[in-house]
């Protein structure tokens, strides 16, 4: 089961950016698609932005254009840069790596504990 550290949360202004960073344990951790969710007080959690092993990236049309996921794999880390940041990206935001097959050996899902983002004059 891979561990996974957010950090990077706060309280930023309209217009402002952010930097996410969610740090895995494990040695698989460059074969395994990544992402970042959000989950806003009475809504459901939502799909922010995924990278695939490869680099391959997906958004959210809401955060197109606006946010970028990167990946480090030498350092286990994932980032979410946000910029053009709006009062509705206001949320918890979690790090999440998929499940993956390798040599043999299923690797469940894993989610970090959330760090909160909050966009507000």
């Known amino acids: 089961q891979v561990q996974l550290v957010e950090s990077g949360g706060g309280l930023v202004q309209p217009g402002g950016s952010l930097r996410l960073s969610c740090a895995a344990s494990?040695?698989?951790?460059?074969?395994?698609?990544m992402g970042w969710y959000r989950q806003a007080p009475g809504k459901q959690r939502e799909l922010v932005a995924s990278?695939?092993?490869?680099?391959?990236?997906n958004y959210a049309d809401s955060v197109k254009g606006r946010f970028t996921i990167s990946r480090d794999n030498a350092k286990n880390t994932v980032y979410l840069q946000m910029n053009s940041l709006k009062p509705e990206d206001t949320a918890v935001y979690y790090c999440?790596?998929?499940?993956?097959?390798?040599?043999?050996?299923?690797?469940?899902?894993?989610w970090g504990q959330g760090t909160q983002v909050t966009v507000s004059s």
């Open positions: 999440n790596a998929r499940p993956v097959k390798y040599a043999d050996i299923w690797y469940a899902e894993s």
């Open positions: 990278i695939t092993s490869s680099g391959s990236t």
């Open positions: 494990g040695s698989i951790f460059s074969r395994r698609t």
